[in-house]
């Protein structure tokens, strides 16, 4: 059996629950869970590394508040809710650039605890899994959502950025060659890469995400709905085409079995 966890991040206060909706309605009624990596209080006039708007906010106006609690969108909260299809994954805490990219303890933690507060009271589960702004994590931080979450899930894992105390088990990682790891009861999930991407060549898009699931035995793979909405709003039809063809691809293939974070196997769980 191969397993498939679908991860889509940057679910805001802003997202429009229609763009959720259209992308995800196939997943949805094939019973395939979709993880989204929400961010708990969105900064909504924050950028990219490298200075550029970032695309998740299109919604956004000239009134809009600085901050934007997930729970203020009323109406993308009662979507969510209303499809238990979806599984909530904490993305960060304002999706500042490099956020957890950062040493000060005490900093790192009320970011995280702030976040985790700021999901419940919008009426969702404590989240389990967790997911840095553009995979920037540092020692310390690694550490302090280890202490926290049982599932972290980043792009790759570099011996500089992970405590010491991990060091030897990543060495085992690197020797036997594993894309996936453990430090105490945390899970540590690597990913392919994005392959679904509006960055990347439309042609071909579904036969290397086939690839990537038929290469290993678990596979994350990664996308970010605004992506697929780049145009005034407007959905990429030819893009999200790639996406629905995994759909059914999932759907019918009988040794493929899509799971919610929540649903891997660690301590305490079969
Ligand atoms: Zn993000």
Redesign the pocket.
Known sequence: MRYVILRD??TNALTPPECLEQLYRPFLERGLPVNL?AIPNVRTDVRTLDGRPEGFLFARNGDTPRTLPLGSSQQLVRYLRDNPGYHLAQ?GYH?DPAEFDREDREEIRRRLELGTKLLTEAGFPPPETFVA??DKFSPASFAEVAARFRVISTGWFELRRLPLTWWPRYALKKLTRRPHWRAGKTLLLSHPGCLLSCHRPVEGMFARVREAVESRELTVLVTHWWEYFRTRGKLDERLAQELWRLADFLAIHPSIKTLAFGELPGPGRP
């Open positions: 991040d940057d990596a993305h999706h702004p553009h």
